[in-house]
C-alpha cells in the first residue's frame, strides 16, 4: 500500500509542475521595446516601438518550463526624427509595408543566478528568422494593481547583428559606415495575469 501511494505522489508531480506555470499578457501601455545604434561611429541613436503585445508562461517552480511570444509592430518605429523614422520605415532597412511585424518566440528558458535568466528564442525580422539570446531580469514578484489585477515586470536585453536579418543597407564615410552594424536591444514589459486563464 505505501509504495502504491509513493508511486502515485510520483506520478503526480509531473502534474503538478505543469500546472505552475500560469499565463500573463503583455500590457503594451506599460511596455517598451527600444533600441539603438552607432551613427558615424562616434554617437549612438536610440528610438522605440510604439507597440509591443504578447504573451508569457511563466513557471516560478521551474523557470526551465517558462516561454514567451512578442509580436513589435515595426510601422510604430520613433527616433524623434520624421524623416529619419520614414527611411526606417522604408525598403532601405525595415520595408514595413511588406514585414509588418517584428517576432519573438522562444525555445529556451534557463536561470543565470539570482533574479537572472537567459532566454533564447527566435526573432523574425525582416522576413529572417535567427536565434537571439536576452539578458533577462526578473520576472518580479507579483503585485495588485489598480483595479486588483496583478501585474509583474520583466526586463531583457540583447545584441543583433542587423546584417543577419538581411538589413544590409548603409553608407560609408572615412571613419567608417554612417549606420552601426551591431544593435542594442531593450524590452521592459509590464505583464498582466490573464484572465481566467492559468
Do not use: C
Request: charged share 25%; net charge positive.
Amino acid at each position: 500500500m505505501k509504495r502504491a501511494l509513493s508511486l502515485l505522489a510520483a506520478l503526480a508531480l509531473p502534474t503538478f509542475a505543469a500546472a505552475a506555470a500560469e499565463t500573463w499578457e503583455i500590457d503594451p501601455v506599460h511596455t517598451s521595446t527600444s533600441f539603438s545604434v552607432k551613427h558615424l561611429v562616434i554617437t549612438t541613436v536610440r528610438g522605440v516601438f510604439g507597440k509591443t503585445t504578447g504573451t508569457a508562461r511563466i513557471d516560478d517552480q521551474d523557470p526551465a518550463r517558462s516561454s514567451v511570444e512578442a509580436t513589435v509592430d515595426a510601422s510604430t518605429i520613433d527616433t524623434r526624427v520624421p524623416q529619419r523614422d520614414g527611411d526606417l520605415k522604408s525598403p532601405n532597412f525595415l520595408d514595413v509595408q511588406k514585414y509588418p511585424t517584428i517576432t519573438f518566440r522562444s525555445t529556451k528558458v534557463r536561470p543565470a543566478g539570482k533574479g537572472k535568466l537567459k532566454l533564447t528564442g527566435d526573432v523574425t525580422l525582416h522576413g529572417v528568422t535567427r536565434p537571439v539570446t536576452f539578458d533577462v531580469t526578473g520576472p518580479t514578484r507579483a503585485i495588485q494593481g489598480p483595479k486588483g489585477e496583478l501585474r509583474r515586470a520583466i526586463s531583457a536585453s540583447a545584441k543583433i547583428n542587423r546584417h543577419d536579418f538581411g538589413l544590409d543597407y548603409s553608407k560609408a564615410v572615412e571613419a567608417g559606415p554612417v549606420v552601426g552594424a551591431i544593435v542594442d536591444l531593450q524590452i521592459d514589459a509590464e505583464l498582466v495575469k490573464a484572465a481566467g486563464r492559468q
